[in-house]
């Protein structure tokens, strides 16, 4: 015999599992919403930073990378560095096509100033599919 649960929106009865299912799902949310405060807290914090260094006159001159270049390739690199923690941690949930799209976006606009929009999409593209790889061969299920 499978144990009813009262629900007061939706449907009237649920299952047990079919609640521990729901709440694992909640958690998820919760726990993704976390990690984007986070993600953006820390790029923030790195525009900030490297603002700070463009007025000191301290921010390297690299080609044409300005202040906003080396902002996007930090955002970039913090969400691919934040996925590839994702993949291994087995407490956190795993990152989303989203999360390398955003990921890649950003790598792209930041890595233009530096090399050139030219040879930058391929190279981030080939970071980003190594990335994905990374994520099936050690995702955890």
Known sequence: MTEHVAQESGDPEL??????????????????????????????????LVF????????????????????????????LIGAVIRVVSSDLPNPTG?????????????????VGGGIAFPIVLIVIGLAILGNVLFRRD
């Open 98 to 114: 989203w999360d390398y799209f955003w990921s890649a976006l950003f790598l792209i606009i930041g890595a233009s100033g530096f």
């Open 52 to 79: 700070f260094a463009d007025y000191l006159g301290v921010l390297p001159n690299i080609r044409e990378a300005g202040a906003w270049s080396w902002i996007f390739l930090g955002a970039g690199v913090f969400g």
């Open 15 to 48: 299952t047990l599992e079919e609640l521990k299912a729901e709440q694992e799902v909640l958690r998820e949310k919760a726990e993704r919403k976390r990690l984007e405060a986070f993600w953006w807290g820390a790029v923030i914090i790195w525009a900030g």
